[in-house]
Each structure stands twice: as structure tokens, then as C-alpha cells.
């Protein structure tokens, strides 16, 4: 036999709105706080005047952000023509272009940033550069170089037109896109391809992978949750195996169960199907006990939620 926890606390993964403001860090330590828990990550950091979808896992769900971390990521990106930007957002200095384009000029150019595209990450940005991040380098006055990487945006269309002040036009876009595409840097190459210049000027993360914008709970809300304790933001979890569909279940006897417990191999009576590779593994009951990857015909346990009852570890 298998105990189904690993002690007290929540498990589980709380989508938050993020509002404009605070940092990803900021959320995860209210949330750590509220849920009287230290055992507490996110999936995908956030800049601060960003707002939008923030995953956040507590307790045995921060074992499965490894598995959120490539998700496909969608974004209400503002994008202010017209001006540069040091930051390549509204919180840089900005410097004014002239030849600002028009709608159909930016139409025509967003076709040419759909698929696979190289992009040149920000110079304010958290990547290291010989041990140090990049924008603590660019606030010390220092030139930064940083090399281009291979992003794919799958879809990008232009929302809404603002064209109320001709040399300043501002343009709202609907992105999907891969994990690791810097938005700003899209809104810095659309205004250079559009033969101006543009900046970064709100964005809301609409979804990441399977959480969205409209399934996610304000902060507020948490709170008001949390007033009597941490067990009141039960009701606002997911389940720790939220948005792993493409991982199938595979059933497991009790005797199975406490193998897993004790980080064994498993031969599952019932099988498992040969054209995957990794499986969420439930107990009889239908309780997530691990996650396993195929070996040959059997399963390897990497990421356990139970442990043993003592019977079974003395025996």
C-alpha cells in the first residue's frame, strides 16, 4: 500500500491573472504566502507591466513544470509605431521615427513574421551573457550583443487599427507563438520592417498551453479565498496532471501502486500502449500516483506523488 500524499499542504496548479504591476516573483510569493506553503513555482515569467495568464504549481505540482515549460504561449501584444524604444517597451527611453506605416503596410509585413523566424532576443533581457544578465550589462552603459534564436509564431493577425495620430499609429495583435518568443522583439522588428520603428506597448498573455485567459482567477479573488485559510483556494486548483492529456493513463493494482512508492520498475498487468513514451500512472481508484517513461516493457517512475505506508516499507 501507498499513501496519496507527501505531506500536509495543497497540491495542485492555480491559474492566476496577472495584473499590470507586479513580477511573476511577486504573484508566486503572495500565493506561497496564502497557501502557507514554501513549495511553490510558475510556469513562464511575466514581465511586470505585462498582465495575463501566470500558471502558478504548489506543492507536488511544481514536479511537473518541467512538462509546462515548452507550452505554446498566446498574446494581445499593443504595438506603438512611430518611436524605438532602449527597451523595446513603453518603460525605455523612446526616440521618435519618422515614416510611420499604415495599416495595409503592417498587414503585408505580419505575413512575412509567420513560421519559423530568427529572432535577436532584447538587450534588456534576463539571458546571461559570461555569467551576468543581460540587462543588468545594458543599465551599466555596456553594449549587448546577444545571438539570434529560432522562434515560430504559428498565427499573428492584426486586431484592431489606431490611426487617430498619423505618425504614431497603434496597432493591436493576436499572437500564438512558441515558448521563448520575446513579443517585444516582434513589436522592434515589425516597426523596422514596416520601414519605421516600434515599440512594446501592453501586453496580456491570452493562454499558456492548455490555461487561459478566461479560466484564470485575479489575484482578488485569491485573496478573498485564502481570508480564512489555505484550504479555501482548494476550490481554485487544477489538478496536478492539468493540460498532460497528451501523456496516456495507464491503470495500476494496488501492489503496483507500492512498487511506484518505492521508485521500482513496473511490469503493469493491464499493459500500456507501445506507441508513447511517457504515462501518467493511477492507482485503481483513478489517483495520479507518478509519471513514467517507457522501458522496454516496463515503466520507470520519474516523478512520484505517493510514498510508502510504513508496512510496506518495513516489508
Sequence with gaps: MARASLGPGLDGI?????????????????????????????????????????????????RVVEYHLGDRKGYRATVCFGASSTTDD???????????????????????????????????????????????????GETVELSERDV??????????????????????????SAGTYIR???????AATGSAAYLGALVRTASGPFTLEDATPLDAIRE???????????????????????????????EVAAVARG??????????????QFRLRGPDGTLVGIARAAGTRLAPDKVFVTPTATAAGS
Excluded: M
Design 185 to 191: 522583439a516582434l513589436a522592434r522588428d515589425l516597426g
Design 14 to 62: 492555480l491559474v492566476v491573472a496577472k495584473p499590470a504591476g507586479p513580477t511573476s516573483h511577486d504573484v508566486v510569493s503572495l500565493v506561497r504566502r496564502l497557501a502557507a506553503t514554501k513549495r511553490v513555482g510558475h510556469g513562464g515569467t511575466l514581465d511586470p507591466f505585462a498582465s495575463g495568464v501566470l500558471p502558478v504549481f504548489l506543492g507536488h505540482a511544481t
Design 90 to 140: 513603453l518603460e525605455g527611453e523612446l526616440t521618435p521615427a519618422g515614416g510611420a506605416p499604415d495599416r495595409e503596410t503592417v498587414e503585408q509585413a505580419l505575413a512575412t513574421f509567420v513560421g519559423q523566424i530568427s529572432q535577436r532576443p532584447p538587450a534588456y533581457s534576463a539571458i546571461k551573457v559570461a555569467g551576468r544578465r543581460a540587462y543588468a550589462l545594458a543599465r551599466a
Design 152 to 177: 515560430t509564431i504559428h498565427e499573428l493577425t492584426l486586431r484592431s487599427w489606431d490611426a487617430s495620430d498619423p505618425d504614431r499609429p497603434i496597432a493591436v495583435l493576436e499572437i500564438a507563438c
Design 225 to 255: 479565498a485564502a481570508a480564512n485559510g489555505p484550504d479555501g483556494l482548494g476550490r481554485h486548483l487544477r489538478p496536478i496532471d492539468a493540460g498532460l492529456d497528451a501523456l496516456p493513463d495507464v491503470r495500476l493494482t494496488e501492489h
Design 264 to 277: 521500482q520498475w513496473v511490469h503493469p498487468a493491464g499493459g500500456f500502449p507501445r506507441s508513447a513514451e
